[in-house]
């Protein structure tokens, strides 16, 4: 081993001194696997340089872990994923808005009574479009103990429990019929912010699209959290009505600015398509402004006009109404140039950094000034709604000119800014002092969201950033015209930024992710006592010990009581008659780590995962005589595949 | 504007060449355009001649993502040309022709219209960032289409 080290070793001076154009030096004597050299597998390989310190800085050898987690939306898939750094090893598909079956997700009684708790006008949704998953956090800093995500497509919220990285609510609401800007958390977690994106009737009325200004609103809804029992309470819920002006992504104000929140808009022309009726299409129609409106909002002070009553009861939802909320001195504007998109809050607090999307500038926003504008009510008129405008010039620090599609921001400890610049596909690394752009480095290809090491708190650690990019092309094997997206880790910690990893992503539009230091993670692996429903965390009613199980025929049906140990169920011979309604409950009894069961009764689309100590119910109408092989799906032991059963349904 | 997006190129070039010593970065450039003209001067000294190999990818690519906006012809007529507002350009326009340069062409190749003041429904091409040949090839097809 000790001349391996050394080649390292002589890397590492040769990085020291950069630049070098010579071409990679063979350190000689270094041995790996079959006798083959350093430099020689390096030759064989196409290696460079940068790419050995690529892999010495990601590849983690078998049983060491990750120094950090990122929660990564899975897109259309509507689920998380869990990923290590620097490993980039994919850890978990947490199922969310759609059914799993790993998980047994929507494929027995409490996650299908989860997946229908998001029903929207009655009708399940079986996929989601998740966006912006939104980690718990206390004083603004992350606490690793819940995460939230949305589904753009049908305004869902979602709740995870890290305790065990297991989805617990689902809620949504019929106020709006799309969002963007969420899910944003307040400092304290006391909200989950849920904004609109494609303004729409309010309450889902009908209102033709040619009465937009009149009849078509935004909205931002504040889900209240209680973190105490790990729920959202729709009851103590609020929203405020916005101007139809396509709200995009929010943040939520910190430290100095904490108690205000902030949206920005894309569509102050609300402009609404047409292209077939003479109108221009929506791309155009919305771009056609210089500025667009940075929404500044005092939910602190809203929270104490929904206490007052001043609200009016839309399709169940407490709404202050946009006049109220004008009255109040709630809400206000500042112009953003043009058609931006991030809007993100400094660690401090004290800078809102809006992305240009069309205009080559971040935008910095003083807080304070903001603050100063409003107390002095010194405004440029107001819009056709009549929200307060603060003059654009007075309300910013500064600009900083990043390059071509500058779109979301993320922090690191020493005070720079790093920029997804889409158009470029690059990521600009910039000084907040200074406003000057420090370095980019190249993508690919097509970056959206980018994520610095808990980098949208109040302290972040940059260390990492992962370029979430929207287009992969000529990166990985041709697998067909679909291809995955690509998450790219890059190293902050050195002077210059490296790019030293690709991560495929075989799924649509994971659009944004969080990066957690692992050990604020503190999740459980055994579920105690055995006999837990894995959404309320406490012990099924219908939990089943070893020495209980039993058949019992009730009015409702058959109610089987059973159990799972490695490597039999019990009872392991089922037997009902034709349109009997069976009800299974199935505790599994291990309390080992990693001793997970699976059941299924074939052809019958059922399928539970059972933890250990987990307890699944499965309700089904047994309507078709036959005799069907109930096993269990987990190789669990050697003797797995005798761990089956038979459930035969009798005819009539 | 025009003018931000020309200051921004005209800044781009010290700082891309501060960054030009990482060797990682070189096989995919992808710099700024400033960091292409330099990544290839001794081609680029020679306007007109041009690779083969590029010569046939640049068709390649003109007849995949160029054609369904511009048209085969580069009449600005392909089939989706009609929800455009402003329409593609027309590259047999001697007019056009005459009213862009070939950096203008070779820059909204490769960073789309946005980079140019021109519409951003024309888009980026990321991955020719890192490929100055075939961008090369690709301006020099679109002039040979002027009527």
Sequence with gaps: ?652 | MKNTILGLMLMASPALASTACSKAAAPDAGGGPAAVAAAAPAKAASPTAVDPAAEKEAKEIFSNRCTPCHGPQGGGDGPASAGFDPHPANFNAAQWQSSVTDEHIEQIVQYGGAAVGKSAAMPANPDLMSKPDVVKALRMHIRSLKK
Aim: with cysteine.
């Design chain 1, 1 to 652: 081993m000790k001349p391996v080290w050394k080649a390292l070793l002589l890397f590492g001076t040769m990085f020291a001194a950069g630049c070098s154009d010579a071409p990679a030096a063979s350190p000689s004597g270094g041995s790996i696997g079959g006798g083959s050299s350093l430099s020689t597998l390096m030759q064989a390989r196409g290696l460079s340089e940068d790419d050995v310190t690529a892999a010495l800085k990601t590849y983690t050898p078998t049983g060491k872990k990750d120094e950090y987690l990122i929660f990564a939306s899975g897109g259309h898939g509507g689920n998380l994923i869990v990923i290590g750094v620097p490993s980039m090893r994919i850890l978990k598909y947490i199922a969310v808005f759609t059914p799993e079956p790993w998980q047994g997700y929507g494929y027995g009684d409490q996650t299908n009574a989860l997946l229908k708790e998001g029903s929207r006008n009655g009708k399940e949704m079986t996929w989601g479009d998740m966006h912006h998953p939104a980690l718990s956090e206390t004083k603004g800093d992350y606490d690793g103990q819940f995460i939230f995500v949305n589904d753009k497509a049908n305004a869902r919220v979602a709740v995870v429990n890290l305790k065990d990285f297991v989805t617990t609510q689902i809620v949504t609401s019929p106020l709006i019929q799309s969002e963007h800007g969420s899910t944003f958390v307040t400092p304290d977690t006391d909200y989950v912010i849920e904004t609109a994106q494609y303004p729409a009737p309010l309450g889902g009325r009908y209102a033709d699209v040619s009465k937009f200004d009149d009849e078509y609103r935004g909205a931002s809804i504040f889900w209240k959290f209680d973190r105490t029992k790990g729920r959202i309470v729709p009851e103590e819920s609020w929203a405020v009505e916005l101007p139809p002006y396509m709200q995009d992504l929010s943040d939520a104000g910190k430290l100095s600015s904490d108690g205000w929140a902030f949206f920005n808009s894309i569509n102050t022309e609300r402009s609404y398509g047409g292209n077939m009726e003479g109108k221009p299409s929506l791309e155009s129609g919305a771009s056609q402004n210089d500025m667009d409106y940075l929404h500044l909002f005092n939910w602190k002070k809203a929270e104490a006009v929904v206490k007052a009553g001043k609200t009016k009861n839309i399709a169940g939802m407490r709404v202050i109404p946009l006049q109220t909320a004008i009255d109040e001195g709630l809400l206000y504007f500042v112009p953003e140039p043009k058609s931006p998109h991030g809007v993100d809050v400094t660690p401090d607090g004290k800078e809102i950094v809006v992305g240009g999307k069309l205009d080559t500038h971040v935008t910095v926003y003083s807080f304070e000034k903001i603050m100063a504008l409003i107390d002095q009510k010194k405004f440029d008129g107001t819009d056709a709604y009549g929200v307060p405008i603060l003059p654009f010039q007075d309300a910013i620090r500064g600009q900083c000119e990043i390059g071509l599609g500058p779109l979301h921001t993320q922090f690191d400890a020493d005070g720079n800014a790093y920029t997804s610049v889409f158009i470029e596909s690059k990521v600009a690394k910039w000084s907040l002092k200074d406003l000057k752009v420090i370095e980019k480095i190249p993508v690919h290809y097509n970056i959206g969201h980018l994520l610095t090491a808990e980098g949208d708190t109040v302290s972040p650690d940059g260390k990492y950033l992962v370029a979430m990019n929207k287009w992969a092309i000529d990166r990985f094997n041709d697998v067909g015209p679909l291809l995955p997206q690509n998450f790219q880790l890059i190293d902050l910690a050195t002077p210059k930024m490296q790019l030293l990893y690709d991560l495929p992503i075989p799924l649509g539009e994971p659009h944004y992710s969080q990066m957690i230091k692992a050990d604020k993670i503190h999740a459980i692996d055994i579920y105690k006592p055995a006999g837990i429903n894995a959404l309320t965390h406490e012990k099924d009613p219908f939990a089943v010990e070893s020495g209980q199980e039993r058949i019992e025929r009730k009015a409702d049906g058959v109610h089987v009581y059973m159990t799972a140990i490695r490597s039999h169920f019990t009872p392991d011979i089922v037997r009902v008659k034709e349109g009997e309604t069976v009800h299974l409950h199935i505790t599994n009894i291990e309390q080992a780590k990693d001793a997970t069961h699976g059941f299924t009764v074939g052809s019958h689309n059922i399928h539970v995962s059972l933890e250990p100590g987990k307890h699944s119910n499965i309700t089904f109408v047994a309507d078709k005589p036959g005799v069907y092989p109930m096993y269990c799906t987990e190789f669990c032991s050697a003797l797995h595949l005798e761990m089956a059963g038979y459930f035969l349904v009798e005819p009539k």
